[in-house]
């Protein structure tokens, strides 16, 4: 015989642990008690050895699927005199964090009990249990208790209080536990907010989307917009209404087996699919496809999740199998969550609204994420993995306010990072506000309040103006740094090593506009060896939209350097692609008025994409790469030639590039193979720098990040090439690549100068 004590730490609260630590003990025949805690889980225990043995190791092995353990703690006891196993109540106290679960997709049994006619939540779209349903979106406070939830306006009934009190039931301390008697329930309103009076809410709303209708239907972590998929009017209807009109839709399909139907999915990609967080994968479309082309235009991808909650699964049990499901916000404003302010922001967009009255506290999007090279890839992250907890010794209380786009903030104390889920662009006020929210919010839930503050370096980000209204000690961060770190952390690396950040733009310590980076650098401080040549942004932001701006500014510098003839030649081509309005750029760009000088990766794609395939103008982030991505001829292994000249640090010399796509396009070749040629190109001389670098310095590790990386074939190849020459890579996964991995890798660099 023999007594622990041992103390759990991670997401263990609100996941099913106590009754499934309750049940080991009683069929192991061990005695003692359980108890939650602001620290943590305390279990004390005692019995045969052997049987403790097996406790210990099922509690690491067979928990629930929600829960995760980080560290288990034994110290061992004198005997005492228990007669039983007890679950004993929770203790809270102290400034301790409480690791808060994300919300999660409804579990196979919670399926079956809707899906059941004998049951008694047939049919009822708020079933969950301790293994599935909302936890970080409805949670106010801490501890997570009913009563600190959106659910304490509603009383559970004799039945469900009766599962919620058995520890042998699967909803033993359910916190959003609730059944038709007493739980939420759903209606209709049009698009004014009037309520329209059904019997059977869901198989009218099927009927309704069948015929073309727009609904806001509310969800999880906010509303969507849906309309039926295969029906190419409603789609382009909502396209016109939302005034969206290339940005792809996300879909929700009603089954597996029917994603396979329009797209390839491979086994990772299956299991993100169907796991417990149903993030929307990106999935190549299949030659079978043939949903309307307007659901994503111009691409050859689809984003795709499958239905996660219950009324997700209700909706499906007609003879719908995919709807469009964005999120349904007004254009550049914060995703719509509030029953209210839904009807008035989106009235003009939807014919009805599907409501219920389980309120949503923190409202969330759904992650998006794409498989690379048999590794997930985050692209969003937000609902399912939002705020889980990143692991990291010796952190100061840090809040590291993160990008203007993209943007996502981080908190860090008591040796856990917190991540806060995707927060949009912070281009209006009402972005701001929702930022700002949601920052008081993670003070309040991890009983934070920061010490220091890591913020960009930018002098015009919202982010930082966040950081000038404080009085707290202020780290700024180098972006691309950032980028590169956020890679580091998650890949456990501190040494130094190569950086290759590429991305749209971000500021530079020599005040211009960073983005096609080398730079060699560790947690702490970096050096800058190497990046793209400067070139101006004819029109500063406007020229981030109007993509034929950065085309015209190439082709101006070649103007200045070449001959007469060719003088010429480029004066025409000029006015043939773009018409008189580059005259009017060119201009701009010899007077240096509003031509900001820019070395960014991102600008240097749109170029290519405009004189390549004709994209002068994006109607959304990352059009014109996305584009030139997808046409690109993948058996075409040639390339440009190019210059990478070695001042002080290596500059790529991007206009000889620009002018050979130039000489291909008056020869009239082929867009697939000047695309393919492109992207080769700058896989090579990415490589040939890194070589450069390792002769130089002796450092061997690359580290890919930034927002280019988003590109598919850019972080394939470059990493293959690059590990083909004896190089290790690191790349980004679980933290998105983009600005919203940002906040991460502010955080770790400012702990590291903190810490100094
Ligand atoms: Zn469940
Ligand atoms: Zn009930
Ligand atoms: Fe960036």
């Known amino acids: 015989m023999k007594r622990f004590l041992l103390k759990i730490e991670g997401i263990v609260q609100g996941v099913g642990f106590r009754p499934f630590v309750y049940n080991q003990a009683i069929s192991l025949s061990l005695k003692g008690w359980i108890k939650n805690s602001s620290q943590g889980v305390y279990i004390d225990i005692q019995g045969e050895e052997e049987n403790l043995d097996r406790f210990i190791y099922n509690l690491e092995d067979k928990h629930p699927s929600l829960a995760k353990i980080e560290n288990i703690i034994i110290y061992e006891q004198e005997l005492a005199d228990y007669n039983g196993f007890q679950i004993k109540e929770s203790e809270m106290k102290g400034e301790k964090i409480t690791l808060i679960s994300p919300d999660m997709a409804v579990c196979e049994e919670c399926i079956k009990d809707i899906t059941t006619p004998t049951n008694k939540r047939y049919k009822y779209p708020f079933t969950n249990c301790t293994n599935c349903g909302p936890r970080f979106s409805i949670i106010k406070a801490i501890p997570y208790d009913r009563a600190n939830t959106t659910m304490k306006k509603f009383n559970m009934c004799g039945d469900c209080h009766k599962e919620y009190s058995d520890s042998s039931n699967r909803r033993f301390h359910a916190q959003p536990n609730a059944c038709k008697e007493c739980g939420p329930h759903i209606w209709i309103e049009d698009c004014y907010g009037t309520k329209v009076g059904l019997d059977d809410v869901l198989g009218w709303t099927r009927q309704r989307l069948k015929e073309g209708k727009i609904f806001a239907i509310k969800g999880l972590g906010g509303f969507h917009l849906v309309c039926d998929a295969e029906?190419?009017?409603?789609?382009?209807?909502?396209?016109?209404?939302?005034?969206?009109?290339?940005?792809?839709?996300?879909?929700?399909?009603?089954?597996?087996?029917?994603?396979?139907?329009?797209?390839?999915?491979?086994m990772k990609e299956e299991k993100i699919l169907t796991g417990s967080r149903k993030p929307i994968v990106i999935l190549e479309?299949?030659?079978?496809?043939?949903?309307?082309?307007?659901?994503?235009?111009?691409?050859?991808?689809?984003?795709?999740?499958?239905?996660?909650?219950?009324?997700?699964?209700?909706?499906?049990?007609?003879?719908?199998?995919?709807?469009?499901?964005?999120?349904?916000?007004?254009?550049?404003?914060p995703l719509e969550y509030e029953n209210e302010s839904a009807v008035e922001k989106l009235g003009h967009i939807v014919d009805y609204f599907l409501q219920h009255n389980r309120d949503i506290q923190m409202p969330i999007d759904d992650s998006i994420v794409r498989v690379v090279d048999n590794e997930i890839r985050m692209i969003r992250r937000a609902r399912g993995y939002a705020?889980?907890?990143?692991?990291?010794?010796?952190v100061k209380e840090i809040l590291a306010l993160g990008s203007n786009m993209k943007n996502t903030f981080c908190i860090a104390k008591d040796n856990f990072l917190f991540l806060s889920q995707h927060n949009g662009d912070l281009e209006n006020i009402e972005t701001a506000e929702h930022y700002k929210n949601n920052i008081e919010h993670y003070k309040n839930i991890f009983r934070f309040s920061p010490k220091y503050i890591a913020c960009d370096m930018h002098p015009s980000y919202t982010s930082s103006e966040y950081a000038s209204d404080s009085l707290l000690p202020r780290v700024e961060v180098q972006h691309h740094h950032a980028h590169i770190v956020s890679c580091l952390a998650e890949n456990n690396i501190e040494r130094k090593v190569i950086g290759i950040a590429y991305d749209g733009t971000g500021y530079g310590i020599d005040g211009k506009l960073w983005g096609g980076e080398f730079l060699l650098c560790d947690t702490k401080e970096f050096t800058r060896l190497g990046h793209l040549n400067y070139i101006k942004m004819p029109g500063g932001q406007m020229a981030i939209k109007e993509p034929w701006r950065m085309a015209v500014s190439f082709?101006?510098?070649?103007?200045?350097?070449?001959?007469y003839s060719m003088r010429e030649q480029l004066k025409q081509l000029l006015l043939k692609?773009?018409?008189?309005?580059?005259?009017?750029?060119?201009?701009?760009?010899?007077?240096?008025?509003?031509?900001?000088k820019t070395s960014s990766m991102g600008r240097f794609f749109d170029a290519a994409a405009s004189i390549i395939g004709g994209r002068d103008i994006i109607s959304y982030e990352g059009q014109a790469a996305i584009?030139?991505?997808?046409?690109?001829d993948r058996n075409c292994n040639e390339f440009y030639n190019y210059d990478v000249d070695r001042e002080k640090i290596y500059i790529i010399n991007t206009e000889k590039i620009i002018y050979s796509i130039i000489k291909d396009k008056i020869a009239g070749v082929n867009n697939k193979i000047m695309s393919a040629k492109f992207h080769n190109t700058i896989v090579k001389f990415s490589k040939d720098i890194c070589k450069f670098i390792r002769e130089d310095t002796g450092i061997n590790e690359v580290a890919l990040s930034g927002g280019v990386f988003q590109n598919t074939f850019l972080l394939k190849q470059l990493a293959a090439e690059l590990a083909n020459e004896e190089f290790v890579v690191y790349t980004n996964k679980l933290i998105p690549a983009n600005d919203g991995g940002l906040a991460l890798g502010q955080i770790i660099i400012a702990n590291e100068i903190i810490n100094k």
């Open 285 to 333: 479309q299949n030659n079978d496809y043939d949903l309307p082309q307007c659901i994503a235009p111009n691409q050859s991808t689809l984003g795709v999740m499958l239905p996660y909650t219950p009324l997700h699964h209700l909706l499906f049990q007609g003879d719908i199998e995919v709807l469009v499901m964005t999120s349904a916000n007004v254009h550049g404003l």
């Open 627 to 632: 584009e030139l991505e997808s046409i690109m």
């Open 231 to 266: 029906n190419e009017e409603a789609v382009n209807l909502l396209r016109d209404r939302k005034n969206r009109p290339d940005k792809p839709f996300a879909v929700m399909i009603n089954h597996i087996d029917t994603v396979k139907k329009y797209c390839r999915v491979n």
């Open 577 to 596: 692609l773009y018409g008189k309005k580059s005259i009017g750029v060119m201009t701009l760009i010899d007077a240096e008025i509003n031509c900001p």
């Open 555 to 563: 082709i101006h510098r070649m103007i200045e350097y070449s001959d």
């Open 387 to 394: 705020p889980e907890p990143i692991k990291k010794d010796n």
